[in-house]
């Protein structure tokens, strides 16, 4: 983030950050989504912690959460009733997903300690296998493990296989640059190897230890 902050400052730009899956990670010791003009938080079922669907956008500029707030009610002008200065969007989030929203913040920390605890029996079970590459935590960091991710050569033929033994899995995402309304000719090397060779193991809270066992096993034993 510092790199990028710096290059915004110097141009006078705006930093929207995509916390999607980082509640409660860190950098440098602050939270992520407080690092930016607006951050961006998903609470989708996926996620540490959930609404169903929805999220949430988090700034500390009076002026963007007037604009956002108008934006998510249709564009309707706060003073005067049932008039749309702009075109807007219904994205509001109604009172029940809210409710379970605040029963699930009650509970995040324990979620977070959960997805740590899991990628640390991953870490300590997979750790001697060099074909596989786990996922960092730089010291100046708090990872929380939205999903527990390691990198492999073979990465396709690892999902099949771990699919056959009834353990589920994915693919890391396609970069953006490839996809149709944004792709570019340039190569993004380091996106596109990651894409290539990452998959994100079980690590729902309620995965218990044997069963990460059993995960590691198979994938250690399918790996060469
Ligand atoms: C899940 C996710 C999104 C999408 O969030 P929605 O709430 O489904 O719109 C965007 N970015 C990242 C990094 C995500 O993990």
Known sequence: MDPILKIAREHDLFVIEDAAEAHGAEYKGKKIGSLSDISCFSFYGNKIM???????????NEEL????????????NPKRRYWHDIIGFNYRMTNLQAAIGLAQVEKLDTFIKKK??????????????????LPPEEKWAKNVYWMYSILVKNRDQLIEKLSREGIDSRPFFYPIHVQPPHRIR?????????????????????LKKEEIEKIADTITANIQ
């Open 50 to 60: 959930t609404t169903g669907e929805g999220g949430m956008c988090l700034t500390n």
């Open 65 to 76: 959460a007037e604009k956002m707030r108008i934006l998510r009610d249709h564009g309707m």
């Open 116 to 133: 740590r605890e899991i990628a640390k029996t991953y870490n300590s079970l997979l750790r001697e296998t060099k074909e596989i590459t």
């Open 186 to 206: 340039e190569k993004i090397p380091v996106a596109e190897e990651l894409s290539k060779k990452g998959i994100n193991l079980p690590s729902f809270v309620t």
